[in-house]
C-alpha cells in the first residue's frame, strides 16, 4: 500500500481538528468529519473548496433552522429538508452538497435536550471548524510540487516512448509486451494532463513570477503536446506491425535513420528542458541538432506503395500524418525553448526547478 501526500494530510487534518475541538468543548466527531470532506489535492483547489464548503454549511444550517421551527425533526422532514438543501446549492451553484447534507443531519439531530438555536449554531461551529483545519494543514504541511512531479513525468515518458520507438521501428519488440506499454503510458499521460492542470491552478503572487510561470507553462504544454506526438508514432507502428517489413531495403534503412534523427532531436530538447545540458552549451546544442528530413520521409512512405491496390496505397498515410504532426511540434518545441534560454537564463537550469 502507498501513502500518497493527501493521505498523510487528511490524517493530520483529522488530529489537528480532534483537538481543537475538544479543547474548545465542541463535538469532535463532527470536526473530524469536516476535515476528512474538506482535504483537497492543492492549495488552490483547497482554498476555492473553503469558499463552497462554508456557503454549504450555512446553507444546511439555514434549512435545518426553518425546518425545525416549521415542521420539527421527524426522519420524512429530515429527507425532505435534505433534498431542499440539494436544490438550493445546485441553484446557488454550490458544488460542496455533501458538507451541506453533513451540516443539515448534524443539526437536525438533536437529542442532547440543549435549546435548538445554541445546539445549531454549535454543531455548525464544530463543522467548520473541521474546514478550517483541513484548509490550514493543507497550507502548511507537505504543499504539492506538481512541477516538480510534472516534469519528471514528462522526463520518464519521453525517454520510455523513444526508447519503445527505437525497438519497434527495428522489428525488435515484442507485439504483446508493446500493446501493454502503449495502453499503460497513454493513462500516464492522462494523469499528465491532470498534474499539468493542478500546476497551473497555483498562485503566483509577484508580477516577475507570473511572467516566468507563464512562459513555463507555455513551454511544458508544448513538451506534453510533443510527448503525445511521439507516442501517437509509436502506436501507429504497433498497428503496422508486420507490415513494416514490406518496405524495401533501402526505404526502411532511410526510415529508420530520419526518425532516429528526430528521436535524437526531441531528446536533446528534454535534456536541454531539464537542465542536463549546460546553460552555455544549450544555444549551440540546439543549433546542432540534426534535423530529420521528415517530409522527404513521407513522401517516400507515400510513394512506396503507390503503384499496388488502393487499399495498401494508404498503408501509410496514418503513420506520415504523425510524422508530419511530430515534425512541427518539435520545431515549435525547440523555438519556445530557445526563447525561453533568451528570457530566463539566469540559472543552470531552463525549465526544472532545483527541489
Known amino acids: 500500500m502507498k501513502l500518497g501526500a493527501r493521505m498523510l494530510k487528511t490524517g493530520v487534518a483529522i488530529t489537528l481538528a480532534l483537538y481543537a475541538a475538544t479543547l474548545l468543548n465542541l463535538t469532535p466527531v463532527f470536526a473530524a468529519i469536516g476535515a476528512a470532506f474538506s482535504m483537497r489535492q492543492s492549495v488552490y ?10 456557503k454549504g454549511n450555512i446553507v444546511g444550517l ?36 455533501v458538507i451541506a447534507i453533513v451540516s443539515l443531519v448534524a443539526v437536525m439531530e438533536n437529542n442532547s435536550g440543549i435549546d435548538f438555536l445554541p445546539f445549531a ?42 526508447q519503445w520507438l527505437r525497438v519497434a521501428t527495428r522489428s525488435w519488440s515484442d507485439q504483446p509486451a508493446l500493446k501493454d506499454e502503449i495502453a499503460r503510458i497513454e493513462a500516464e499521460i492522462g494523469k499528465i494532463d491532470d498534474i499539468y492542470t493542478r500546476f497551473q491552478e497555483e498562485r503566483t503572487y509577484t508580477k516577475k513570477q507570473k511572467l516566468v510561470k507563464a512562459r513555463k507553462l507555455v513551454v511544458i504544454r508544448q513538451m506534453i503536446t510533443t510527448l503525445k506526438q511521439s507516442h501517437g508514432i509509436l502506436e501507429e507502428v504497433y498497428n503496422l506491425g508486420d507490415k513494416m517489413n514490406d518496405l524495401p531495403t533501402r526505404s526502411s534503412d532511410t526510415f529508420v535513420e530520419e526518425l ?11 535534456l536541454c528542458a531539464m537542465g542536463r545540458i549546460k546553460l552555455q552549451q ?8 540534426l534535423d530529420p528530413d521528415i517530409p522527404a520521409l ?51 537550469t531552463v525549465v526544472m526547478p532545483k527541489e
Not at 467548520?128 to 513525468?153: D, H, M
Not at 532516429?260 to 528534454?270: F, P, R, T, Y
Not at 544549450?282 to 541538432?289: A, F, I, K, N
Not at 511530430?326 to 515549435?332: G, I, N, S, T
Open 62 to 97: 439555514v434549512v435545518a433552522i426553518t425546518m425545525f421551527y416549521t415542521f420539527g425533526t421527524e426522519p420524512i422532514i429530515i429527507g425532505v429538508s435534505a433534498i431542499l438543501t440539494i436544490g438550493l446549492c445546485v441553484s446557488l451553484k454550490i458544488k460542496e452538497s
Open 45 to 54: 483547489q483547497s482554498y476555492i473548496g473553503l469558499m463552497d464548503q462554508v
Open 121 to 162: 449554531m454549535l454543531r455548525f461551529s464544530t463543522l467548520t471548524l473541521g474546514i478550517l483545519s483541513a484548509f490550514f494543514v493543507n497550507l502548511v504541511f507537505l504543499p504539492p510540487k506538481y512541477e516538480v512531479v510534472l516534469l519528471q513525468k514528462i522526463d520518464q515518458f519521453s525517454t520510455e516512448i523513444l
Open 260 to 270: 532516429d534523427k528526430a528521436i535524437m532531436s526531441h531528446e536533446k530538447l528534454i
Open 282 to 289: 544549450d544555444e549551440s546544442t540546439l543549433r546542432e541538432t
Open 298 to 348: 513521407v513522401d517516400l512512405l507515400i510513394h512506396v506503395f503507390e503503384n499496388k491496390e488502393n487499399e495498401e496505397k494508404m498503408l501509410f498515410l496514418p503513420l506520415s500524418s504523425r510524422l508530419m504532426e511530430y515534425h512541427r511540434e518539435l520545431d515549435h518545441l525547440k523555438r519556445l525553448l530557445n526563447s525561453y534560454l533568451q528570457y530566463h537564463n539566469e540559472d543552470s
